[in-house]
């Protein structure tokens, strides 16, 4: 009985209040946030509005589909690609009669050195999102798989081409 | 070894804190500390702004007009849906009736009794007796009639055409009349039947009532001759006559007339006996004629009819089942024919938007963007 009841699929999952979601993975969100723009005041206008698009969407979260934290990643990636987007457009439209302005130097996170603050930002954000949610986030293969939408092969061989690139980076910088 | 030479399944161990054995293990390890060990916590603004957010109360999507006006709608629809159905289950009730009647109903009580309009015009104009006390005729003026009807149905399939075909005689017998002759053809579903029944004028409402139940009224005529004009001339003569043969009697029995007088009243006498019988069954015949309707009862099924199985139980609801699936499977096989070559191209679109898509995120997400604007700070 114990093994039929395990081996059935439940029927419903139990969903939290999204006040308690909300307290528990915004440190999560933000720091994944950040380290796919590489910009911490982007990443906190990001965060707010992931999380006022989840609260609004919260009924057609489906616990049984992915946990709590993986649903909230694919909506702050979501709206920081619609970002991308409009910022492309906008780069775009601007780039014949101005250039953008120097990007403030600011560190990504605190507590992180040197080289490896310009290691991260030497990469693509495909690349920081993936070490993110990886070894900062500590999603399994198979959560950061489902974040990216790729398969976890895939999300292996970006993650190793990342620590790879990094490590080269760090090198390169503490050589000069 | 750089990490990119690692087996996925080594660096997975790794991350989840396998010991280094190789110094690029080391660093990968040392990396992923470093990582863990960033502080970055979100501002206090951020927090306070989330959390009021999420205890906000929830605003409804729709107004609660617009809710009403939907549940109104779906309620109307509901309702409308069931009527249909009902109808339709029905057989189409007033206006199945109707249908039944060849589609030119209007009178009530027609319609309330499935009885063809024109011969209900007859009928309620009520039946009439003629000279004759046993003969019962049609006519709005009270005037006896030669009746003939033709009557059409339509039946499902050849075993409702038997069926029909031998519940019509049964009527026909039970009500007093006659089958004047009876036609019954099938070949596999279909069939025509022809029937000519003679009903006793008394009884012709109920004969029309109850034949019009054995299937679906598609047409049907009435053709009158008015017979009342030869009964009364008929009945004239016999008077006549009757009244001759007294006065010859008569003068028979007087004792006056002479012996060539007495014979060609005597002569006179069987001339007239002989004309009353003649008047008499001529009187007879059209009493005959008047006192029974003829009636034509067609019954035919419908062309290409397909057989419906009559048995009952298991087997009936079996039969029932696969008719149902054939039909399903033909509705299914037909859209599929339509629609899938709109279905491929959908897909085709959908997989091609979609590699778009994934295309724009790639080229997006590979460009490196430290510190790209915010919109706050442009």
Known sequence: MNALAQAWPRRAAVRRPFAEVARDHLDDVYRYLVFLTADPLLAEDLAAETFEKAFRSWKRFDPRRGGERTWLCQVARSRALDHFRSEARRRKRETQIATDPLPTVEPIAEGLSTELDLALRALTAAEREVVVLRIVLELSAAEAARVLGIGRSACSMRLARALQKLEERMESYAVV | ?378
């Open chain 2, 1 to 378: 070894m750089q990490s990119s030479d690692l087996m996925p399944g080594r660096l997975e161990e790794l991350i989840g804190g396998a010991l280094a054995e190789t110094e690029s293990e080391a660093r990968i390890q040392g990396l992923a500390r470093e990582l863990r060990s960033s502080s970055l916590p979100p501002s206090a603004a951020l927090r306070s702004k989330v959390e009021s957010l999420a205890t906000a109360p929830r605003r409804p999507r729709f107004g609660r007009h617009v809710r009403l006006v939907v549940v109104v709608a779906a309620v109307g629809a509901f309702v409308a849906a069931v009527a249909t159905v009902d109808t339709t289950s029905n057989g189409g009730g007033i206006a199945g009736n109707t249908v039944r009647a060849g589609g030119r109903a209007t009178g009530e009580s027609f319609t309330s009794r499935g009885v063809p309009p024109a011969i209900s015009k007859d009928l309620s104009a009520g039946r009439v007796r003629s000279s004759d006390p046993s003969l019962q005729v049609f006519g709005p003026s009270g005037r006896a009639q030669d009746v003939d009807m033709w009557i059409t149905l339509r039946v499902k399939d050849a075993d409702q055409l038997s069926e029909s075909s031998q519940e019509a005689m049964k009527i026909t017998r039970e009500l007093g009349g006659v089958v004047g002759s009876s036609n019954v053809a099938t070949e596999g579903t279909r069939g025509k039947a022809e029937l000519r029944l003679k009903i006793p004028t008394g009884r012709v409402d109920d004969a029309l009532f109850r034949l019009s139940d054995l299937g679906t009224v598609t047409g049907q005529r009435v053709a009158t001759v008015d017979l009342q004009a030869p009964l009364d001339r008929a009945l004239a003569r016999v008077e006549h006559l009757q009244s001759a043969i007294r006065i010859a009697k008569a003068r028979l029995a007087s004792g006056l007339l002479s012996s060539q007088a007495e014979l060609q009243v005597r002569i006179r006498l069987e001339h007239l006996r002989s004309q009353l019988r003649a008047v008499t069954r001529t009187r007879a015949a059209l009493a005959r004629e008047a006192s029974m309707a003829e009636l034509t009862l067609t019954l035919g099924t419908p062309t290409g009819a397909v057989p419906e199985t009559s048995e009952g139980g298991i087997t009936g609801a079996a039969h029932k089942a696969v008719d149902v699936l054939r039909g399903a499977g033909s509705v299914v096989v037909f859209l599929g024919l339509v629609l899938s070559p709109l279905l491929v191209i959908l897909l085709v679109v959908w997989i091609a938007l979609r590699a778009r898509g994934r295309r724009i995120e790639r080229e997006l997400l590979d460009e490196s963007r430290p510190g790209a604007a915010s919109p706050q700070r442009r």
